[in-house]
């Protein structure tokens, strides 16, 4: 009895189980409201959207753990270049998708190493820094795909939409990265260099961690992220667009923060990025079944996002 | 006289005499020569000189801009932006940064558009409860130590709900004074450049030169000394973040007075060309360090840079990306200039 006990307030410590818990309210409201019809229909496709917000997220929250003022806003641009530019690379042909792969990492490194060098050579804080940044790669990706109506090619589509009994197969690609990267975060140098300067940056220099080359890796690690997410979501929606970034500045934060990462950074964790990536699916699809309008809806999402920061932001003791 | 001597000095201290005695028998014109080179009046000196050199470039591509009318079309969008501009830097001196203030501005104008004109008490009582709404956050977000960028990214949904709801498509029509406000034609300057000189003086004077304006400064340049010295943080944070709503406000107001007509999605672009123009005017992005007059100075460059480009027939694809450009090219700039100064 006291095993059960115990074993259930380490889970409750956890900082992510507050997401997932969320994420099974809202699912049950839903559920409730339409007497259980469509449960789970509405779960397999809260996994298949949420994998774009955990892709993003995994190098937002790197990002965000390296300390105040790290923060990532050229996200949303880099997913529309990489996007862009994959898809017109790829011109629909199923032989093509692994060189557009290599073209969508490339628009990551470039636009990682480009965002590094704007803050290191010009030392101004990374929020200005991503922000000029995404001034210039919106321009770029607007005018790269002024027109541009290419279908991805048949294999990318069929791989990012496909299902086995109802579970998507992209999702628990996703849900391996998301391992990876936890054992990257926690039992790696690199993340521990991370998770170290967000903690303390003097004392992680004077330590003689390499804090400059961790700061550079991570830029581009999470600009290679969301060119990633640009990437499988072209192939998801039919499609790269001009507009199909803009959710995920958001987004990539939000996801973050509702998981239980530390804001002030120095602490992490990435199971809390799949349930906060979920709660923020299952949130709009339970407004929407309520039938809210489109303004009750955008209010709702605003109103509930700050609640739930008012109420992360509380605990001091986040990791 | 600025921190750049003081460190001379305490560099020279053990340092032969000779030296220092020489810079006191300097003449005059060489010391005033020495000023005017001097990194931290080049720092102060950038805003005006981009702004300049930006201007005169729209003079030799389209003369014809060089007249009453031609500067009050080319300045008149600037107006908004810069109150939108000032409303952010508010938010910048506490260290905060405000990504709801292009869906605030486009609310308050959806306001104006709507209740304002067919309920004027009820129109005034919403936009009062907008500001009242913006104090209330500072307290939160200072109260609950929340990030700023996370809390007003959700604001930023509420705004544009409201305005949604209120004004679900295109449409309403400017409250008549507003309409005549801004379309004003005074003789000698044209009226953006009147609002735009009033705008910048009003809040230096009131954020620059008065002493709770300090202590409002102070509240982002070293929170902790002003805690200490008995000031209320707290009343601080709500102060700024109230007059933020207050400029942001008289955005929307001067917005719907240009455009006669309101959309909830008006002022999206506002939030970062906000954030742009209080970094170009001179800006800092933490510490409290900010300039109202280049704060607007900021604004203006960044209007006239998309007329700049249209002259120039340059694919309006471009626009956001020259924002960028400029926005690089004037931090790279100071980043020259304070590399100089540390030498």
């Given at each position: 009895m006291t095993a059960v006990r115990g074993a259930w307030s380490t889970l409750l410590d956890k900082p992510w189980i507050w997401a997932f818990l969320g994420a099974f309210a809202v699912w049950l409201a839903t559920i409730v409201f339409t007497r259980g019809v469509g449960g789970g229909e509405v779960l397999t496709a809260a996994f298949t959207f949420a994998v774009f917000f955990v892709i993003v997220g995994i190098g937002q929250m790197f990002v965000i753990t390296l300390g105040p003022g790290n923060v990532d806003l050229s996200v949303p641009a880099t997913i529309t270049l990489a996007g862009a530019v994959s898809t017109k690379l790829m011109d629909s042909q199923d032989g093509m998708i692994l060189i557009g792969f290599m073209a969508a990492m490339g628009c990551g490194l470039g636009i990682g190493i480009f965002n590094y060098g704007l803050i290191r050579i010009l030392r101004i804080p990374p929020i200005i820094a991503t922000l000029s940044a995404a001034f210039i790669i919106q321009s770029l990706a607007i005018a790269y795909g002024r027109g541009l109506r290419i279908k991805p090619p048949d294999l990318l589509a069929d791989f990012t939409t496909a299902r086995i009994a109802g579970v998507p197969v992209l999702a628990v690609v996703i849900v391996g990265l998301a391992i990876v990267m936890s054992v990257v975060l926690n039992r790696t140098v690199y993340g521990r260099s991370v998770i170290a300067i967000g903690q303390n940056r003097r004392a992680a220099l004077l330590a003689g961690i390499t804090v400059e080359w961790t700061r550079f890796a991570t830029y581009t690690m999470c600009a290679l992220f969301a060119s990633l997410c640009g990437y499988l979501l072209s192939g998801f929606s039919g499609g790269a667009s001009l507009n199909m970034g803009e959710e995920y500045l958001l987004a990539s934060i939000a996801v973050v923060v509702i998981g239980g990462t530390s804001v002030a950074g120095g602490f992490a964790n990435v199971p809390g990025l799949w349930g906060a990536a979920l709660f923020m699916f299952l949130l709009v699809t339970m407004l929407n079944t309520f039938g809210a309008a489109a303004g009750i809806r955008l209010i709702m999402t605003g109103l509930i996002i700050i609640t739930v920061i008012v109420l992360a932001g509380g605990r001091r003791t986040s990791g | 006289m600025g921190p750049s001597e003081t460190r001379m000095e305490l560099s020279q201290v053990g340092a032969p005499l000779p030296k220092r005695a020489r810079v006191e028998t300097a003449s005059p014109l060489r010391a005033m020569m020495e000023m005017l080179v001097a990194p931290r009046t080049l720092r102060a000196l950038l805003p005006a000189v981009s702004l300049a050199a930006l201007l005169i470039a729209i003079f030799w591509l389209q003369p014809r801009t060089m007249s009453y009318m031609g500067l009050n079309l080319l300045l008149n969008l600037a107006i908004p932006i810069a109150l939108a501009t000032i409303a952010q830097m508010f938010i910048l001196t506490v260290n905060d940064l405000d990504l709801s203030i292009g869906a605030y501005v486009g609310f308050c104008s959806c306001i104006a558009g709507t209740l304002l004109v067919e309920a004027p008490a009820y129109g005034v009582l919403a936009l009062a409860g907008g500001i009242v709404a913006y104090a209330g956050l500072g307290a939160l977000i200072h109260l609950r130590n929340l990030p700023s960028i996370v809390v007003t990214l959700g604001m930023s949904f509420v705004w544009l709900g409201i305005a949604v709801l209120i004004l679900p498509r295109p449409g309403g029509t400017s409250p008549e004074w507003l309409r005549w406000l801004m379309t004003l034609r005074p003789e000698y300057l044209p009226f953006p450049i009147i609002a735009g000189i009033v705008i910048a003086v009003v809040v230096h004077f009131g954020l620059m030169r008065t002493a709770y304006g300090a202590i409002l400064r102070g509240a982002g340049g070293n929170p902790r000394a002003i805690e200490r010295a008995g000031w209320s943080l707290l009343k601080a944070k709500m102060t700024m973040y109230g007059l933020a709503g207050v400029f942001g406000m008289l955005a929307g107001l001067a917005l719907i007075g240009l455009t006669t007509s309101a959309d909830a999605n008006i002022a999206a672009r506002y939030t970062l060309l906000s954030i742009a123009g209080v970094i170009l005017g001179g800006g800092e992005f933490v510490g409290g360090r900010v300039s109202p007059v280049g704060a607007v100075i900021g604004a203006i460059t960044l209007t006239l840079a998309g007329s700049f480009l249209t002259f120039l027939q340059?694919?309006?694809?471009w626009q956001v990306g020259a924002t960028g450009a400029i926005l690089i090219l004037v931090l790279a700039l100071r980043a020259l200039i304070s590399r100089a100064e540390a030498r």
């Open positions: - | 340059i694919s309006p694809d």
